[in-house]
């Protein structure tokens, strides 16, 4: 059991940069959840993907947030134009059909200087 | 709106003796409830469940109760060991997919 993999652990950038983080789920799971966490909150609810298929995005995610998950296994979250309130803990996480018990990777810290 | 509260930000405990976390929820239509344990620089582990049909789950050391009619659940170690050290997160969910989830209670048990 390789457990969900997240790349990469910490990403530094500019105002104003584009970034890209990486999921590689358990392999057998079908779904995928992105969600963000900020110093002293617990994680908040980003999208979450259904092999494939995107099927639900919470108001959080801007237009400046992009997810894909091309063929129902890894996914990516893409930040455009980042601004100082992005800075956060991104976590991915995954679960199979019906399970409410999500698995969670060790995230990727962003900070947005 | 915070629809999961967790109202304690830290707890300290003696090793050896009970730690009772504590969690209450507003949205009556969440069915699942969900324990996470969070060390530093990692993501939140999954540690216990129950079902809205159940009032009690345990598994080894650790005990969840639930309580509908207060919209309250509570985490019972026991006994607590320095390795519990960490922050708990109480999440729930209505529907199977999306966890909402409380802002943490950071544990210290003391040797």
């Known amino acids: 059991d390789t457990g969900v993999s997240q790349d990469p652990r910490h990403k530094i950038t500019k105002r104003g940069q584009n970034v890209t983080f990486r999921c590689d789920p358990i392999?057998?799971?079908?779904?995928l959840y992105w969600y963000r966490q900020t110093l002293g909150q617990g994680p908040e609810f980003l999208t979450y993907?259904?092999?494939?298929?995107?099927?639900?995005k919470s108001r959080l995610l801007s237009d400046r947030f992009s997810a894909e998950r091309p063929k129902g296994s890894f996914s990516t979250l893409e930040i455009q134009r980042t601004e100082q309130g992005d800075s956060a803990m991104y976590l991915c996480?995954?679960?199979?059909?019906?399970?409410?018990?999500?698995?969670f990777g060790s995230g990727t810290q962003l900070s947005v200087l | 709106d915070q629809q999961v509260k967790q109202n304690s930000p830290s707890l300290s405990v003696q090793e050896g003796r009970i730690s009772i976390l504590n969690c209450d929820y507003t949205?009556?239509?969440?069915?699942?409830f969900l324990w996470y344990k969070k060390y530093p620089a990692e993501g939140p582990t999954f540690l216990i469940s129950?079902?809205?049909?159940?009032d009690k789950n345990e598994d080894g050391r650790f005990t969840v109760f639930l309580n509908k009619s207060a919209k309250h659940l509570s985490l019972h170690i026991v006994p607590s060991q320095p390795g519990d050290s960490a922050v708990y997160f109480c999440?729930?969910?209505?529907?199977?997919?999306?966890?909402?989830f409380g802002k943490g209670t950071k544990l210290s048990v003391i040797p």
């Open positions: 996480a995954s679960s199979g059909t019906g399970g409410e018990k999500l698995f």
């Open positions: 392999s057998e799971h079908n779904r």
């Open positions: 993907f259904q092999n494939e298929a995107q099927l639900e």
């Open positions: 949205n009556s239509m969440f069915d699942y």
């Open positions: 129950i079902s809205s049909i159940k």
């Open positions: 999440a729930a969910t209505y529907g199977g997919y999306q966890l909402t």
